[in-house]
């Protein structure tokens, strides 16, 4: 059986077009566990509607506002599947994705099994169709970290299904009071952070080439935010992942996507002078990090974003961008 794990924080507006793209074609070997992260909105009523809808099928928690991280250990905690997909309340799955991914989990051997998404415009449908880069077989946990580094793979928790007892070994009881594998102490990167600890414990990964997982592109999610505290969770996300030994010899690809990320958490650090403090340090991990590696080895478009830093055009487009929203 494969528990769908749903953290839930103000999400009346999409919350049913998940579950509902979860059961509409599929009531078999899976259950779906929707935690409400303490929302303000009718989230709680709606979750509890869905647990009546869909009876012994969905499972309604509520717990008090603690971030994503919080609930989806607390639903990991309450959980009976084999296998646990940590799945978006404002994403949506393909049609045949819990079939395609329960009758995979039922042979495989690996701990994870990886799949596509597609990206969409709120208000748009996902291309259950697009295409991909995607090759089908098992892969060594370690040749595909080595491989995520260089964006062959994503990060994204909802492109996976990962064996519980796999999780379990990563499972600890966390500050919130719920047992699970998740860091709660990083609000952004979080992803990073636990497929490369997820994959250090793995054996391998099985790759299915189709388009399983819609996510919907909206603009007040986190990814979208400017905010000191998210770009301090990037930060220490970065620095955290430094800590684990890179699988291969080849350290480049690694500290070069590093180096991008920082850039991201330049960007979503923001403009304002209580900033401040917090861009002159990324400025600085970026520095050290792009003189260690050597310009001579930076692709074109982090060279660019280096350029643009070290003159302050990128200070000025971020805070005309500011301005605009």
């Not at 494969?2 to 049913?16: D, F, G, K, Q």
């Not at 994503?154 to 492109?159: K, Q």
């Not at 991990?285 to 643009?308: D, F, S």
Request: glycine letters at 6%; proline letters at 4%.
């Amino acid at each position: 059986m494969i528990s769908v794990i749903i953290p839930a924080y103000n999400a009346e507006r999409y919350l049913e077009q998940c579950v509902d793209s979860l059961l509409s074609c599929y009531r078999g070997s899976v259950e779906v566990i929707l935690v409400d992260d303490g929302s303000k909105d009718s989230t709680p009523a709606l979750c509890d509607a869905l647990a009546r809808q869909y009876r012994q099928v969905v499972t309604a928690l509520h717990k008090p506002n603690g971030g994503v991280q919080t609930a989806r250990n607390l639903g990991y905690s309450a959980s009976k599947g084999e296998w646990i997909w940590f799945v978006d309340s404002d994403d949506v799955v393909a049609p045949q994705a819990l079939e395609k991914l329960i009758e995979t989990a039922a042979t495989t051997k690996a701990d994870a099994v990886y799949f596509n998404m597609t990206m969409f415009e709120d208000g748009a449908e996902p291309d259950w169709q697009a295409s991909n880069q995607l090759c089908m077989g098992v892969i060594s946990a370690s040749d595909f970290l080595s491989g995520s580094y260089v964006q062959r793979y994503d990060h994204y928790l909802w492109e996976y299904i990962f064996r519980k007892d796999a999780l379990a070994k990563m499972s600890c009881p966390r500050p919130s009071g719920a047992e699970g594998p998740c860091r709660e102490e990083f609000s952004f990167l979080d992803d990073l952070v636990f497929t490369e600890e997820f994959l250090r414990i793995a054996r391998s990964v099985e790759v299915v080439p189709e388009t399983l997982y819609g996510y919907r592109q909206v603009g007040a999610s986190i990814t979208h935010a400017t905010s000191p505290l998210v770009a301090d969770s990037a930060l220490r996300a970065i620095r955290e992942i430094d800590t684990y030994q890179v699988p291969t010899e080849d350290e480049l690809p690694k500290a070069l996507m590093s180096i991008g990320l920082l850039f991201n958490a330049y960007r979503a650090a923001g403009m304002s002078e209580g900033a401040a403090g917090l861009r002159l340090e990324i400025s600085q991990e970026i520095t050290g990090r792009v003189t260690k590696v050597g310009k001579a080895k930076m692709p074109p478009r982090l060279l660019v974003r280096y350029a643009a830093l070290r003159t302050g055009i990128g200070d000025l487009i971020l805070s005309r961008r500011e301005k605009r929203h």
